[in-house]
């Protein structure tokens, strides 16, 4: 029943679709025939009455109402209402086209996975593969009238070799007040998982692939009856109905043409045929039934789906793959094209002008001259060399690369840098006056505060004490054991000075001996500046009662 055209469009042409316009079966002709006539013949009876029956002041009043009708004829939203719900349904057609079960990949895995050549192994096979197509034509059956006839009752599917007598009498034994459609595919998982145990199926994960494509056509199944269920609302459907006829009953009034000699706006041409006026109720009717055609697409229209083909086919082919083509396979031999290792497949006279080289790329077509072929060297990284690198003119003048400027240097920065490096740098002398000194200085009596602030500090709440991994995160202070003296590896401790590093440690007073303090070893380190002084003894604590001891 489905109208096939495609080969009449394979090739687009001069009048491809023109020659589909004379095409009967299937037409909006066959569909729209009988809503037009009707149409057609009520627009030419309101008009006979309008110029022959009614009287002068009818026809005012006629008059009157055919210019409300057609300046309000608008405002009802037919094409987007109507545009919306024909994509609704053609969406919905496809979908159930999509979900028709299929049983060919089914039917590939039971010739397959289902082992044997005897009589038994065959009438396993064919077993299975009836109860798939018994399911497809239950539920086929359910939604299709086309089938339905075919098979009004089960007693015509026992007589049809879909079931035997016996599953007939267990179906009506097991009988619910619900479709029974999907009893068949249960027998089919417990047939399957008798020939795993009898050693049919050898391997339980072949026998999992052939459950999960028997649970897909099952799936398909319920889609269909689900589909069949669950209509559109409709609510929608006649609110697309009442929108497409109260139009074209409106236009039946107001698309009358008036008396040109009294010169209504929009009346100034008498013509008999409003053209435009059917021009678009073939549109928007046709468009409506467009709509009332694919709805339900398992009917007897011209564009339904052939279900009871696919019944027969599906019986056909799926008998055929599991009996006679299980295991019987054409001896192998070498092809033509052993020894070659790049096969021309021939062509005929009528195919040679579709012979194309292969396509390698859109670039592939571009040609550059030898100039443009050539690398150019980075500009950037010389523009670099330059500034490093000034030339003679620029050593002359004493110029310097702006991108390289001293650091500055302060208290902080200091405590970063090895020891040697800031004795070195200690040593140097000063400039003693210069435009820049005054700023220097202040920025260097800033840093000394800031230094103060960082020295003075204890050793954990200092920056910087939790980030270093040698540094143990307890805030216990480390005391050594009366009689020891430091280790070696602790001379490097933050805060001391680097002008104290020859001095001992002594104990600061008589009643602890956990606490220590640097004493200078001179005696004229006493009559040093108080604040000197201060900076310079410092009390360091140490707590060695759970270290082991140094080596």
């Not at 052993?338 to 062509?347: R, V």
């Not at 100039?371 to 150019?376: L, T």
């Amino acid at each position: 029943m489905t109208v096939t055209y495609s080969s009449q469009v394979a090739n687009a042409r001069l009048g491809s679709f023109s020659r589909l316009l004379l095409c009967w079966r299937g037409s909006i002709y066959k569909l729209l025939y009988g809503e037009f006539l009707i149409f057609l013949i009520c627009y030419y009876i309101i008009r006979f009455i309008y110029r022959m029956a009614l009287t002068d002041d009818q026809q005012v009043i006629f008059e009157k109402l055919t210019l409300h009708c057609d300046s309000y004829i608008q405002l009802i939203p037919i094409s987007f209402v109507l545009g919306f719900y024909v994509t609704l349904v053609v969406t919905r057609w496809w979908n159930q086209y999509e979900n028709l079960p299929w049983p060919d990949r089914l039917m590939n895995l039971v010739s397959c996975f289902v082992e044997g050549k005897d009589e038994q192994g065959r009438l396993l096979r064919r077993t299975l593969m009836r109860y798939a197509n018994l399911g497809n034509v239950l539920i086929l059956r359910s939604v299709s009238a086309a089938v339905y006839k075919r098979f009004p009752s089960p007693q015509h599917l026992v007589k049809a070799g879909f079931m035997t007598p016996s599953e007939h009498k267990h179906l009506q034994k097991l009988s619910l007040p619900h479709n029974s459609f999907w009893m068949p595919w249960v027998w089919f998982a417990n047939l399957s998982t008798k020939a795993w145990i009898g050693g049919r199926i050898r391997d339980p994960v072949l026998l999992q692939s052939l459950l999960n494509e028997m649970n897909t056509l099952r799936t398909q199944c319920g889609q269909l009856y689900a589909y069949d269920w669950i209509s559109i609302p409709l609510v929608y459907t006649q609110v697309v109905t009442v929108a497409v006829y109260s139009f074209f009953l409106a236009c039946l009034i107001g698309r009358q043409f008036l008396n040109p000699a009294k010169a209504y706006p929009g009346h100034e041409m008498d013509l008999v045929v409003p053209l435009f006026t059917f021009l678009q109720f073939f549109f928007y009717a046709g468009w409506l039934k467009v709509a009332e055609q694919l709805i339900n697409p398992f009917g007897e229209d011209d564009d339904d789906f052939e279900t009871n083909w696919i019944v027969d086919r599906s019986l056909q082919v799926s008998l055929l793959a599991v009996d006679e083509m299980h295991q019987d396979l054409p001896p192998m031999e070498r092809d033509m094209y052993w020894n070659e290792p790049e096969p021309q497949p021939p062509y005929t006279a009528a195919s040679a002008q579709s012979r194309r080289p292969s396509f390698f790329g859109s670039t592939f077509n571009i040609s550059l001259d030898k100039e443009d072929m050539e690398f150019q060297p980075d500009l950037e990284e010389e523009e670099e060399e330059e500034r490093a690198h000034p030339g003679i003119t620029g050593r002359f003048l004493g110029l310097q690369s702006h991108d390289r400027q001293p650091p500055r240097t302060n208290s902080k920065t200091k405590l970063l840098w090895p020891k040697k490096e800031v004795l070195s740098r200690e040593g140097q002398p000063r400039n003693p006056g210069g435009a820049g000194q005054d700023t220097s200085d202040q920025e260097h009596s800033k840093a000394w505060k800031g230094g103060e602030a960082f020295q003075s500090a204890v050793l954990y709440g200092r920056s910087g004490y939790h980030s270093a991994p040698q540094t143990p995160l307890s805030h216990t202070p480390v005391v050594f054991p009366p009689g020891q003296s430091a280790p070696s590896s602790l001379c490097k401790v933050a805060g001391i000075d680097d002008t104290v590093k020859d001095q001992s440690l002594q104990p600061a007073t008589p009643r602890s001996k956990k606490s220590f303090e640097l004493l200078p070893e001179s005696a004229g380190a006493s009559t040093e500046h108080p604040e000197v002084s201060h900076m310079r003894r410092k009390t360091v604590e140490f707590n060695l009662t759970d270290m082991s001891e140094a080596p």
